[in-house]
C-alpha cells in the first residue's frame, strides 16, 4: 500500500511540473521622479529569445500589450504610455498584416503627475501576449504596484 501512494504522489508532482505555464517574459515595475509632482512610470519587459512582444499599437491580430491603471484620485495620467526599445516590423501571413514587436528588452513608459504632493501607489495589470516563429502563447495578464514618492 505504502509503494502505490508513493507511486501515486511522484505521479502528481510529474504532471504539475510539466504543467507549468511557460513564461519566457519577466517584468520590473519603477518610478522615476523627473520633476516636482512628476514622474515616469516604467514597466520593463525582459523578453528570453526566440520570444518578442506585440507592441500596443498592433491591430488584426495578436493580442496587443495593453496596461490598464486602476484609478487613484491622487495620479494624473498624461497620454498613453510610450514604448522605448527596437521596434521590429514584419508582415505575418498566417494574421495578413504586418505586425510590429520587440525582442529582448522593451520598456513602457508612463507620464504621470501628483494633483498634490504625497506619497502614494499606482496599481494597474498589463496584458500581453508572445510569440516565437513557430508558435504563440495564450495571453498573461501581470498585476504591479509602483510606489510614488
Partial sequence: MKKIILFFILGCTVFSVSAQR?????????AVKKADKQYDVILTANVEAPWHIYSQ???????PTEIQFKSNPLVQIKGEPKE?????????????????????KVQFVQSITLKVPSKTKL?????????????????MKVPFEVAIQ
Avoid: A, R
Fill in 22 to 30: 511557460l513564461n519566457p517574459v519577466k517584468w520590473t515595475f519603477e
Fill in 57 to 63: 499599437h498592433v491591430k488584426n491580430g495578436p493580442i
Fill in 84 to 104: 522605448l526599445g527596437k521596434l521590429e516590423k514584419m508582415y505575418d501571413k498566417n494574421f495578413d498584416t504586418e505586425l510590429m514587436f520587440f525582442s529582448g
Fill in 123 to 139: 496599481t494597474g495589470v498589463v496584458e500581453y501576449q508572445v510569440c516565437n516563429d513557430e508558435k504563440c502563447l495564450p495571453s
